[in-house]
């Protein structure tokens, strides 16, 4: 059973940054590439970021780019998400998502980034 | 704004059948069968209903239904049940830089 787990999320200061994590298991996770999707409080989904199997190509959306660095650790199935210079509207619950033939199908249960001084 | 278009809402009593569109560019729906359709159920992940346009994972009961014509998705929900009442989302391939692109989300409300 495909299993991902977010942990990071919590209250930051605008302009602070955080760090989040997704542990990965039930599937070969140097099989996939993996992503990263936002969901702001009452509204839609919001794709992040992706990265491929070996970490050599990363592609982010562009009103994060600049802000973001998707990284992952095959060694130990995990994947990360540093976010820079967070303002408000990027409070939101982030969900780890594994990226399978041509789109996300398997999602974490998300951890919530709130934003506020 | 979203990158794909759903209408906001949807209803249906039970029994009925609901169909939710969604409408996106040559860029996207119109430039790949990679479409797909997600339910979320309030403070729940999103779960995979339909994809590559059509095609259903192993558990999703045979009422839901997708297709696709031009820049134009759909997905049909039959024998609408109770347990349908919740949020769907579009979504599509959109190749180059961007990946993947989702719609606004349509609340499928169950009268």
């Known amino acids: 059973e495909v299993q991902l787990v977010e942990s990071g999320g919590g209250l930051v200061q605008p302009g602070g940054s955080l760090r989040l994590s997704c542990a990965a298991s039930?599937?070969?996770?140097?099989?996939?590439?993996m992503s990263w999707v936002r969901q702001a409080p009452g509204k839609g989904l919001e794709w992040v970021a992706n990265?491929?199997?070996?970490?050599?190509?990363?592609y982010y959306v562009d009103s994060m780019k600049g802000r973001l660095i998707i990284s992952r650790d095959n060694a130990v199935n995990s994947l990360f998400l540093q976010m820079n210079s967070l303002t408000a509207e990027d409070t939101a619950v982030y969900y780890c998502?594994?990226?399978?033939?041509?789109?996300?199908?398997?999602w974490g249960q998300g951890t919530l980034v709130t934003v506020s001084s | 704004q979203s990158a794909l278009t759903q209408p906001p809402s949807a209803s249906g009593s039970p029994g009925q059948s609901v169909t939710i569109s969604c409408t996106g560019t040559s860029s996207d729906i119109g430039g790949y069968n990679y479409v797909a359709w997600y339910q979320q159920h309030p403070g729940k992940a999103p779960k995979l209903m339909i994809y590559e346009v059509s095609k259903r994972p192993s558990g999703v009961p045979d009422r839901f239904s997708g297709s696709k014509s031009g820049n134009t998705a759909s997905l049909t929900v039959s024998g609408l049940q109770a347990e349908d009442e919740a949020d769907y989302y579009c979504g599509s391939y959109a190749g180059g830089n961007i990946h993947w692109v989702f719609g606004g989300g349509t609340k499928l409300t169950v009268l």
């Open positions: 990265i491929n199997q070996d970490g050599s190509e990363k």
């Open positions: 039930g599937f070969t996770f140097t099989g996939n590439w």
């Open positions: 998502a594994r990226w399978g033939h041509y789109l996300i199908d398997y």
